[in-house]
């Protein structure tokens, strides 16, 4: 026999709430522990961060300081001013050396071509009986040292180096010396450039 009667249906029943006072206290208790964290990692990359720039400024200070001792380095290495001027005048005399040399080289060259060109022409005259033992060239000047069998035959020579093409337009004047009786004439033979008549000396043929 019931003696308990059950007036109360699903009906009468509140409806179930969507949020609680027991959700939101694990709401905000889940919120709080997830900043805490995000704080925590905020924290620690701001922390390692900052070491890097740390690193960096000591390295950027030893860079610095680096560069000023080799700045006083070098600023206490300069040249002495004295060693310099000597230096420079040390090039200087030795360009100058050099541009002698060119041009005693040049001068050379030229004086090797003017003799060959001589020595060509005096080839190209036809003396018999008539030799040189010496030949001077220097500043257009030239001076024949020889013998001869027969004296008219150094006026013969000169009257030819005339024509030649190394000495034309110059003037000669030659002194024979004799040597005795069948010995053959001794006679040196002078040029200058100016075209003035050959001077007579004493035994001059």
């Known amino acids: 026999m019931k003696?308990?009667?059950?007036?109360?249906?699903?009906?009468?029943?509140?409806?179930?709430?969507l949020i609680s006072f027991?959700?939101?206290?694990?709401?905000?208790?889940?919120?709080?522990?997830?900043?805490?964290?995000?704080?925590l990692w905020y924290f620690w990359q701001n922390s390692e961060l900052q070491q890097q720039l740390t690193a960096h400024q000591h390295s950027r200070d030893q860079l610095?300081?680096?560069?000023?001792?080799?700045e006083q380095r070098i600023a206490e290495h300069k040249p002495d001013p004295r060693l310099v001027?000597?230096?420079?005048?040390?090039?200087?005399?030795?360009?100058?050396?050099?541009?002698?040399?060119?041009?005693?080289?040049r001068r050379s060259d030229i004086t090797s071509q003017g003799f060959s060109g001589l020595?060509?022409?005096?080839?190209?005259v036809q003396a018999p009986k008539l030799w040189l033992t010496r030949i001077q060239a220097a500043n257009q000047r030239f001076s024949f040292e020889g013998y001869s069998v027969q004296a008219q035959t150094?006026?013969?020579?000169?009257?030819?180096l005339k024509t030649t093409h190394a000495?034309?337009?110059?003037?000669?004047s030659a002194m024979n010396m004799e040597r005795g009786e069948g010995q053959p004439?001794?006679?040196?033979?002078?040029?200058?450039?100016?075209?003035?008549?050959?001077?007579k000396s004493e035994g001059a043929e």
């Open 119 to 124: 020595l060509t022409d005096l080839a190209s």
């Open 167 to 172: 000495l034309r337009g110059y003037a000669f």
């Open 85 to 105: 001027d000597q230096v420079n005048g040390v090039d200087e005399r030795l360009l100058l050396k050099q541009q002698l040399l060119a041009e005693l080289d």
């Open 3 to 17: 003696t308990r009667i059950n007036l109360l249906t699903a009906d009468l029943l509140p409806p179930k709430l």
């Open 22 to 39: 027991e959700r939101v206290v694990q709401l905000s208790l889940l919120i709080i522990l997830l900043g805490g964290l995000g704080n």
């Open 64 to 70: 610095q300081d680096q560069k000023k001792q080799l």
């Open 185 to 199: 004439i001794g006679f040196v033979l002078s040029s200058k450039p100016q075209a003035k008549p050959a001077a």
């Open 154 to 160: 150094v006026p013969f020579w000169i009257e030819q």
